[in-house]
């Protein structure tokens, strides 16, 4: 069983005549075709103006709703450039898409409250209509992936492995560092999902965390925070009430200096909340195995599935 993406994913790509957007969209096509019969579909893209134009292979419509309309789209990747993504990501939404999976750095703050005043609004439509909510994942993000079936995003695919280990990362190289890890390892992932390091994004830790509890395939999970903010603390009380699978957490920043921002716009230390030790401490009361170092995460979740520590 995957998290959010799998099998049955349907993805467009919005700003997919660009050089990124084109390059990763090539990227996450090559996986999916490597992936066989298991592997989603990665349709095409979408460029205002561009529409009836190819490139690549990939057809391009005008908007989303076409693409929706005509291929059954349930998935959209955002690689429009800052100043337009927060529009990019309030079309998909309206066009009915499930799915958005928003890379784009450098979103305006205020643009992200605009789009989540939005995507609530439509989930509460949805919710009255008997249909499943709508979800966000980044912006700022290396997206998600279920290994063996579908790469949405940027993330290198081949040190993904499917098994039954879930990941959830403000970081993006550090997502990486833990799949690598778990890979060599024999351990593999269920899904990988990176949250973004954005102070206002569209999925949060809870939320990836009650995804992969309820998932049956899903046997253990790594948690990778940042310092900044107070995500982390709330997801370990989560944790402490609700999870019964083995949970492996790491901060990065620990060595940041208070008040300077860290690479992620959400990883500032401001009036002495949001430290590394504050967020390591939390994990610790609540059953969480803190990994020393980035460098030690698949093999302290391998020593805690074995009862050695």
Known sequence: MSVLVGTNTRLITQGITGK???FHSQGCRAYALECGAKGGKVLGGVTPGRGGQTVDGFPVWNSVYEAVKKEGANTSMVFVPPFGAADAILEALDAGIELVVAI????PVLDMVRVRQFMHAKNRERAAAGLKPQRLIGPNCPGI???GQIKIGIMPGYIHRPGNVGIVSRSGTLTYEAVHQTTSL???QS????IGGDP???????DALELFEKDPDTH???MIGEIGGSAEEEAAEWIKKNTKKPVVGFIAGRTAPPGRRMGHAGAIISGGKGT???????????????SPTPAELGTTLKALLEGKI
Request: proline share 2%.
């Open 200 to 206: 206002v994004n569209g999925t949060n830790f809870i």
């Open 220 to 222: 253990s999970i790594i």
């Open 191 to 194: 899904t990988c999902i990176g």
């Open 20 to 22: 990124v957007g084109l």
């Open 145 to 147: 992936i279920t290994p």
């Open 276 to 290: 590394a030790d504050g967020k390591m401490a939390a994990m610790k009361e609540a059953g969480i195995r803190v």
């Open 186 to 188: 024999g351990m593999g």
């Open 104 to 107: 784009t750095e450098g979103v």
